[in-house]
């Protein structure tokens, strides 16, 4: 088990910027892909954002391009996503998802996915 712990949602309003954090406070992260992926009231889940274990290679839904940036710093065991311009639409739970580098090659379905954080609420206002 690789367990993720979420931090940084909240209630914001449109055009606002929050900054999600998933940390994994027993080990090391340097060898996992990591994703952000979101839950809407009522909807499936989704996939926002990807990176492969280095940071080098990142993958973003087209709702996320432009206003979302993922990145991964592996000395903090920490996968962050920057969220800037805001929408109502955005209002979601969002969730981190880790797998081994080693066990898969896709990065932006649920199923390339092992590992899974408890979610943290975004909420945006207009």
């Known amino acids: 088990q690789v367990p993720l712990v979420e931090s940084g949602g909240g209630l914001v309003q449109a055009g606002g910027s929050l900054r999600l954090s998933c940390v994994a406070p027993?080990?090391?992260?340097?060898?996992?892909?990591m994703a952000w992926f979101r839950r809407a009231p009522g909807e499936e889940r989704e996939f926002v954002a990807a990176?492969?274990?280095?940071?080098?290679?990142?993958y973003y839904a087209t709702s996320a391009k432009g206003r979302f940036t993922i990145s991964k710093d592996n000395a903090k065991s920490t996968l962050y996503l920057q969220m800037n311009v805001l929408k109502p639409e955005d209002t979601a739970t969002y969730y981190c998802?880790?797998?081994?580098?080693?066990?898969?090659?896709?990065?932006?379905?649920?199923?390339?996915?092992?590992?899974w954080g408890q979610g943290t609420q975004v909420t945006v206002s207009s």
């Open positions: 998802a880790a797998r081994l580098t080693s066990t898969g090659t896709g990065y932006t379905d649920e199923s390339d996915y092992v590992y």
């Open positions: 027993d080990r090391t992260v340097d060898g996992y892909a």
């Open positions: 990176t492969n274990w280095n940071g080098d290679r990142t």
